[in-house]
């Protein structure tokens, strides 16, 4: 079948849906025959009409060659803007990935260029084959927030899942959530295609790098696709193309703990070879004709979590003492091979920390690795470049990305400063580190420190539109913007440091690095007010006050299972429960939780987090730190543990607790409304006959209702009251 007639089938599918009377309103006629010659004629673009706005104002064609962005038709299917026809009304068929990248193929296609054209418009320039991981964005997702565009990274990132992938045409995204299984989670692929690239040090008005690093960026190497390539006589004139992607992907966290710790029972050869090195089994790509190709997905698992064997038998190894919960280690196998739950029994984290006997070993499905581009024709003429390959743990906030948050945080005047977390707060795709150099073939070099970069198609110079400032759809991505920084050590990947050949210290992403299983480090992320913010849970009002930690995105009621919702970790939420002649909150201790324990019983949860929008994220970030302005406690962390959440809500009307204190206020709350019940703690005292639980004295409770304008606050029996924000 060739382009033409791909493209023929895709809109005959789609023209009764609702999409040939859109497109007609455009004055492009989808049904049109000969298609070829109404695909290149000027069109009349209706920028008016709904999710066309931030359609790139150099556009008039359904398809211009080599220009994603200014032809129509492609926009029309691959925006998540697009979904209502010409007078408003919902379209009813949506195109399938598969047909999305077929139309992008004719873009490229229908004009095929020599390789000595692309050599011609790299003006020198460095060529490769390079494998890129990319997604059609809307303007304010884009490099440069002009209009919707092709974002690049040649970083990827996958995340694991426990059900099959779902793509959601009407948002043309793959999402994770399960509705029938509340603890289903599914897996979450990356797109990957290969193009035609030239090398160019970073350039911000030409193609990027997005979030352009001036006193870095200038003098770093990047590469920059120019043409896309897939089978066939169409894509490069005089070329019959045969295109081929491979990818390895590789989990050695369990050689990595061998190799940091000495006398845990195994060492080499045994610990470079399987289960202590998984090559098999974590991803593959999808043969499904409606996903198209270059998708890759990672297996699906019956739990997210699974035990080690090794010559048929469960795996065991001398735990070493201060494994800093990277290493799962809580259940202890005796000499008799029988297994010994320690969360049971009192002062478990003492004697993790200890070691010094045979635990269990678990495996995850996480792992990094490249893909590569494989086309026999090309490869004596262009050299191949990989891209990174990251599989990475669930997000548990997929509709939120740091990037956004990062820059919402330093545009947010009521902040003193950006970091507001308990972490400084980074986007994997503002990290200019080199790739894991120790992955089969050496793909990566200690100098390519562009991977993780998001890039655009290059522009002419000087070539610029208008910025588009609509809001962007909410849906997940699986470019680097949308995944954690590199410190601490990462949610998705982590950071060496090794030795180059000149013997200075080079920086590398390694996903060795990472807890061994994942939610190890899920449970410190989380307990730590959301580690890193955008992925992890804040699960700090979920246990007693510990440190100076607190609350930084408060999780509601439900989210925590308090009001008859599913807990998003499985962990009981805190009580106020009457105690002596006093109330006291009583809290399932954070010494005895084990995030690992609720992955093998399938009970982690993303239904509820995963719906949180970013703006309704952004929301609680801000008024969770107006509330402690309020209380005085500002950015004075051991004020902030003294006033632990006790519940928040978000507010729906009518409410009869809103009326009243608006009444009592004269204050009218607009819009959102949050309310939270704060309690000043005092006492903290394990209750006799049950070491699990913590007991915590409450001195006073405050009420808030807060909205963007306003905070009002009510003292236990005291009147509702207009709030001082002591800013």
């Not at 246990?543 to 930690?549: D, G, K, Q, V, Y």
């Amino acid at each position: 079948m060739t382009l033409l007639e791909s493209v023929t089938q895709v809109c005959t599918r789609l023209a009764p849906g609702g999409w040939h009377s859109l497109m007609l309103a455009h004055g492009l006629d989808i049904l049109a025959v000969p298609l070829d010659a109404e695909l290149k004629k000027p069109l009349t673009v209706d920028r008016s009409l709904a999710g066309f706005a931030d359609f790139s104002s150099g556009g008039s064609r359904a398809i211009e060659a080599a220009a994603p962005a200014r032809s129509l038709l492609y926009h029309a299917l691959a925006s998540p803007q697009v979904t209502l026809d010409e007078t408003g009304k919902a379209l009813q068929i949506f195109p399938t990935a598969g047909e999305v990248e077929s139309v992008l193929d004719y873009v490229y296609g229908i004009r095929p260029p020599t390789l000595d054209d692309l050599q011609q418009r790299a003006q020198g320039a460095p060529l490769a084959l390079v494998a890129f991981a990319s997604e059609y964005r809307c303007a304010g997702d884009t490099v440069k927030g002009e209009h919707a565009d092709l974002c690049f990274s040649r970083t990827g990132i996958a995340r694991v899942g426990t059900d099959p992938a779902l793509y959601d045409a009407r948002l043309r995204s793959f999402m994770p959530s399960v509705h029938e299984d509340a603890h289903g989670i599914r897996v979450m692929p990356v797109r990957y295609s290969a193009y035609i690239a030239m090398q160019l040090k970073g350039d911000a008005e030409r193609f990027g790098p997005m979030d352009f690093q001036a006193d870095v960026d200038p003098g770093l190497d990047f590469w920059v696709p120019l043409h896309k390539v897939f089978n066939g006589p169409e894509c490069l004139a005089d070329m019959d193309l045969t295109l081929r992607l491979d990818n390895h992907q590789i989990n050695e966290k369990l050689r990595h703990i061998h190799l940091r710790h000495t006398g845990t029972g195994w060492q080499e050869p045994e610990i470079s070879r399987p289960p202590f090195v998984i090559t098999e089994g974590l991803a593959d790509w999808a043969n499904t004709t409606d996903l198209g190709p270059g998708l890759l997905l990672p297996q699906v698992r019956p739990r997210l979590v699974e035990p080690v064997e090794f010559e048929g038998q469960p795996l065991s190894f001398l735990l070493p003492p201060n494994t800093s919960g990277m290493v799962h280690g809580r259940h202890k196998v005796e000499a008799d091979g029988s297994i010994v739950d320690l969360n049971d029994h009192e002062g478990v984290e003492e004697r993790v920390r200890l070691g010094g006997y045979q635990a269990l070993h678990y495996h995850d499905g996480t792992a990094d690795g490249w893909v590569r581009a494989r086309c026999e024709v090309l490869e004596k003429l262009l050299p191949t470049v990989a891209a990174y390959s990251v599989i990475g743990p669930p997000d548990f906030f997929p509709l939120c990305t740091q990037r956004k948050l990062l820059h919402w945080a330093d545009e947010q005047p009521v902040f003193p400063a950006p970091d507001i977390w308990h972490a400084r707060l980074e986007a994997l795709s503002n990290v200019r580190y080199c790739a894991n150099l120790d992955l089969k073939d050496q793909v990566f070099s200690p100098l390519d420190r562009g991977v993780t970069a998001i890039v655009a198609l290059p522009t002419e110079t000087g070539s610029s539109h208008p910025r588009q400032t609509a809001s962007a759809v909410s849906r997940p991505t699986s470019l680097p913007d949308g995944a954690a920084g590199v410190f601490g050590p990462g949610w998705e990947v982590g950071w060496v440091r090794q030795r180059g050949a000149d013997d200075a210290w080079i920086n590398i992403l390694a996903g060795y690095q990472m807890a061994s299983p994942f939610p190890e480090d899920a449970k410190i992320c989380a307990a730590l007010g959301s580690f890193w913010p955008g992925v992890a849970p804040d699960s700090a009002r979920i246990f007693e006050p510990r440190s100076s930690l607190h609350t930084v995105i408060p999780l509601t009621d439900q989210e925590i299972g308090q009001e008859g919702g599913m807990a998003w970790d499985n962990q009981p939420p805190p009580r106020l429960i009457p105690h002596e002649d006093r109330v006291i909150v009583q809290y399932r201790a954070y010494a005895h939780a084990d995030y690992t324990q609720v992955a093998l019983d399938h009970r982690f949860c993303v239904q509820q987090t995963g719906s949180t929008s970013q703006s309704a994220y952004e929301n609680r970030v801000l008024s969770m730190y107006r509330v402690y302005t309020v209380l005085g406690a500002a950015n004075d962390k051991p004020l902030r543990n003294r006033w632990p959440v006790l519940s928040f809500l978000e507010v729906k009307q009518p409410n009869g607790e809103v009326d009243a204190a608006q009444q009592q206020t004269g204050i009218t709350l607009h819009g959102w409304i949050h309310r939270y019940l704060m309690f000043e703690r005092g006492a903290i005292w394990t209750p006799e006959g049950d070491f699990k639980l913590r007991n915590v004295e409450v001195k006073q409770q405050v009420t808030f209702l807060v909205s963007a304008e306003a905070i009002l606050i009510k003292r236990e029996d005291t009147p509702w009251q207009i709030a001082v924000e002591m800013l």
